[in-house]
């Protein structure tokens, strides 16, 4: 295993080869690919590098030429799911072209759900990564703002996107774990909460459910959601 130097380093900013001896076997490109696989049907607590080296018929210790830490594995993943962002030609409207922008990212993360987990600025200046990030940009040219402040939109929208998908796969698993049905369990929790809203300890939670008690609609949550913190950046709404 490659021993962690005293110096930092970027795997973007490592060669993938010395240009001396035989011609790799694997590229960056294939490893992140097959642990890429696994997570996606195995779960992100699946890819190791044995498992990785399993995938590709080759031996664990080899990977680490390629790859020296788990963290560079991980950044690679990221990148490789980035490329899959479309990036398009905005439309003029900033406003309506960040929550397509929005709209897509949480579909890429429903098709990779591990990658709500890795999603953090450390991982957040990939190659892909970076395209993705100058195409937010470009959405925002005709926003009248700052760079930092656009920077920091975009970073909100990502973080309500991640949330949002955090939760709907948290609540999927959590169902299929369940020992009974979904409607069972949602009539036993909806008894209990009747009960103690009919105890007259939380009457503002009880008016709230007697105005408005119908099924919420998760779909309309999110764009909502998206929509309010928009508006809070349009312009006029304070200072840039």
């Not at 694997?26 to 190791?48: F, K, N």
């Not at 100058?134 to 703002?145: G, K, R």
């Amino acid at each position: 295993m490659a021993v962690r130097g005293a110096v930092p380093e970027v795997i973007w900013a490592r060669p993938e080869r010395t240009g001396r001896g035989p011609k790799p076997a694997y590229t960056r490109d294939d490893i992140a690919a097959a642990a890429v696989r696994i997570a996606d049907a195995q779960g992100l607590d699946a890819v190791s590098m044995r498992h990785v080296a399993a995938e590709l018929g080759c031996g664990t210790m080899s990977l680490y030429n390629y790859v020296p830490r788990k963290e560079d594995l991980y950044e690679l993943m990221m990148d490789t799911a980035s490329a899959e962002h479309v990036l398009w030609e905005p439309g003029g409207d900033w406003r309506a072209d960040l929550m397509r922008v929005a709209r897509e990212t949480r579909a890429l993360m429903r098709r990779h759900p591990w990658m709500p987990r890795l999603m953090s600025p450390v991982y957040g200046f990939s190659p892909h990564a970076l395209r993705y990030l100058e195409h937010c940009l470009a959405c925002l040219d005709p926003l009248e703002a700052s760079y930092g402040t656009k920077l920091e939109l975009v970073a909100m929208v990502n973080g309500v996107v991640t949330t949002y998908v955090r939760n709907e796969l948290d609540t999927a698993e959590r169902v299929r774990a369940l020992p009974w049905s979904e409607a069972e369990e949602d009539r036993a929790r909806g008894a209990y909460l009747g009960r103690q809203l009919a105890s007259g300890a939380f009457p503002r939670m009880a008016e709230a459910f007697a105005r408005d008690a119908g099924p919420v609609d998760l779909e309309e949550v999110f764009e909502r959601a998206l929509g309010r913190l928009l508006d809070g950046f349009a312009p006029g709404t304070g200072d840039r």
